[in-house]
């Protein structure tokens, strides 16, 4: 006998002795149909993926890359049954397929795949645009409801926002607001409908996607002495820190979270690393920003309210407050463009007599510090 | 009430001796236990004294009409030990003729099932000592079970026999749409022998998840326990064997008390 | 065949459990197959110039095994005894100890693609017990690599205890 010989044997033993699942409660007459739902279980083994389809029949937590339910036990909790997934829970979809012809059943396949294909596809773009999109609008908004005073409204503000990065020829200015889209311009011509502030995104996405775009991070200064990314007028936060001002590029960041209670220290780490905070994103490392940059003056308490992290990396600076975004000069900054000492000190804000953070620096070093780096 | 069975389709890894191991601890922590013997050839009833060719009241009887199982019926065929808290429902040489009429009637896998659903007030803890056999009796214990113990003895052709039993669980899971909680408990380890630290390797190496971390050694006090008709540790209390149970007991039923859950696992 | 496609999934990204404890406010988990039992807390018998990560030792069943002070090995601050205080014992290489825990929590299963690494920042030694990271019920639990809890020399140390 071969191998699936013996477990037909072994699954109709099984049935006779315990009935199958579905009719165990059943009438007479049903008790008369287990095997034909046996058999069809069966073929369905043998044919071709059909995963797609009971994922989309039984609605279960498999994906295509395989993750799947967990189970977390507790005292209380009676465990529930793990499903194995190749075999479809519904058996009424099965019987119902055996009544069609050979050639309607395999064209209903066929079918059924396309569509399903294409729904993902189609799905997977709307969902990364308006991910972006989303990501972008709520960074702004964020910063604009820590500015009070502000009364630019939101739509004017994407516009601002967009229209500086349009401006100038280094489209690494635009990469800040949202990290690499993955749609080209013609995509996101079929997508949602159209709104002012759409209309700057898209234009702005699509700027992006046609032109080289340079790594933000790459640490490169240029040499008039300013880094790649102050070679024309540039946005700037001004922060608060334990007490000091200080200002950081804003097309160097990546998002603005609130600080958590809920950060997890690790142990045995340095005294300014704060532990992983979780975001929809991904789990962010904190870092006490006074603690790193200006240890001797840290008063050992700390009012942090915000985190922001560094574009493109999953470290994040921990920081008292933000306030608005202010466009500046590369004129108005006295630049370090070498430095002994203090290297995450891109320069003086002139005007406001406060320290420029070197992100990308910052975020190079914090990188050269994680042993368990992955690269 | 929790129900265990022992099982594996191998024979002689100690299926018996660990009915009454565990039970006989679960009796000594205050637990109320049945002890349940569906193995035609009976180990689990001679141990405490009874002779499976002529007792006249067995699990036999239930199989002889499985749409009628009363709580009366099932009374009737309970056996009391010597143990205050250890009860007995003993097996019959007559069992090994069910194969044969199983396929007529009908319900004849679920027959345990249907008798324990009666008892569940009258005891905390039911284990079932299952014959080495793949058939009608082994499908009630798989079937009736919350969770199921695999001993596995530690010698070199121990795996091949427990990827046969996992392949038997997997199937039956298949067919029940039912996830069966396994745990694999390795049993006759004698240090002494390369055979048995490379088969423990072995187990751990493939099955380390789904395994009890200790092993049961061999112990001669079993086999004199047994003799006595004495659990093991109610004879032995201290011997390594008895400690080795105690701490699988620990483990499989942490005390109630405890804010420890218990563990489990499944079959895929 | 269906059989063959199950287990496939099951072996590319094995579930693997851990059971979890509570130190110092946070949740740790250590792999399921080294944790022999749990006891609650019982007297631990101090040993005179042990080292400093040694609380003592206790009587199991009649063997003598040696209790870690866990948050000295993870450099935590002492903390306080309670109801809830446990001592899990642990077998790894071969060795089977004790290690005091705030509170043992449930067993959790977890996928080999939901850990994640966590960073090393820092020049304590203790970092290296730290397995990985992984989010299971609205919080991170720290996963321990329990093999790297002490080093040979220590293991040695600990016979002499």
Known sequence: MSNQQVDDALS????????????????????????????????????????????????????????????????????????????STSSKVEVSRERLSPENKAVEETAIKTVHKNFTETTTETDSYNAHKGRLERMLRQVTSLTASQDLDDNSKVAAQVKISVEGDVSSLVKITQPVPAVTPQKLAQT??????????????????????????????????????????FDILLLEVNGLQLAVPLMTLGQIHEIDDEITPLFGQSDWFMGLQKTPDGNVKVVDTAKFIMPERYRNQHNYKYIISIHDLYWGLAVDNIKQPITIDPEAIRWRPK?????WMAGMVKDHMCVLLDIPKMGEILQKKDKNRVE | MQVWTISNQKGG????????????????????????????????????????????????????????????????????????????????????????????????????????????????????????????????????????????????????????????????????????????????????????ISSLADIRHRYGQQSWPGKIPVDTQFRNASKEGVPPNLYAEKSHGTEAYRSLSKWLQPPANSVDSSRYWEAS | MANNSAQKTTSDDPVLQWVTFRLAGETYGINVMQVQEVLRYTEIAPVPGAPGYVLGIINLRGNVVTVIDTRNRFGLESGEMTDNTRIVIIETEGHVIGVLVDSVA????????????????????????????????????????????????????????
């Open chain 1, 192 to 233: 949602s409908e159209v709104s002012n502030a759409e209309v700057s995104l898209k234009e702005a996405l699509k700027v992006e996607a046609s032109t080289d775009a340079v790594p933000i991070l790459a640490n490169q200064w240029n040499d008039n002495g300013r880094p790649e990314w102050a070679q024309e007028s």
């Open chain 2, 13 to 196: 890894v100690g299926k018996t001796t660990t009915t009454v191991a565990l039970g006989g601890i679960a009796a000594e922590n205050g637990q109320r236990v049945l002890l349940v013997d569906l193995d035609p050839h009976g180990s689990l009833t001679s141990y405490f004294g009874q002779d499976p060719d002529t007792i006249k009241n067995s699990c036999f009887d239930l199989f002889q009409n499985p749409s009628d199982i009363t709580l009366d019926k099932v009374a009737q065929l309970l056996l009391p030990t010597k143990y205050s808290n250890i009860v007995l429902l003993p097996a019959s040489t007559g069992l090994a003729t069910l194969e044969r009429r199983a396929i007529g009637k009908d319900g004849m896998g679920l027959v345990i099932t249907k008798a324990l659903a009666e008892l569940k007030d009258e005891f905390d803890l039911v284990i079932i000592d299952s014959p080495p056999v793949l058939g009608v009796l082994l499908i009630n214990g798989l079937a009736a079970c919350d969770r199921l113990i695999i001993p596995v003895q530690t010698e070199f052709l121990a795996l091949k026999g427990l990827d046969r039993m996992l392949h038997t669980l997997r199937m039956l899971e298949q067919s029940q749409k039912k996830s069966m909680k396994y745990v694999i408990v390795p049993t006759m380890y004698d240090r002494r022998t390369q055979a048995s």
């Open chain 1, 12 to 87: 109709d033993y099984f049935t006779d002795l315990l009935g199958s699942a579905e009719t165990l409660a059943d009438t007479e007459e049903d008790k008369a149909k287990p095997p034909i739902v046996e058999k069809i279980e069966r073929d369905k083994l043998e044919s071709t993926p059909i995963k797609a389809l009971s994922d989309s029949v039984t609605g279960d937590a498999v994906t295509s890359n395989g993750k799947s339910i967990i189970h977390t036990p507790s005292i209380a909790d009676k465990p529930k049954s793990d499903i194995p997934k190749y075999t």
């Open chain 1, 339 to 343: 430095r002994d000492s203090r290297p």
């Open chain 3, 106 to 161: 449930e067993v959790v299963y977890l996928r080999q693609s939901e850990v994640e690494n966590a960073p090393n920042v820092g020049n304590d030694e203790s970092a290296k017990f730290i397995q990985g990271v992984c989010h299971k019920n609205d919080e991170l639990l720290i996963l321990i690599e329990l093999n790297k809890l002490l080093t040979d020399t220590e293991w040695a140390e600990l016979e002499e205890v």
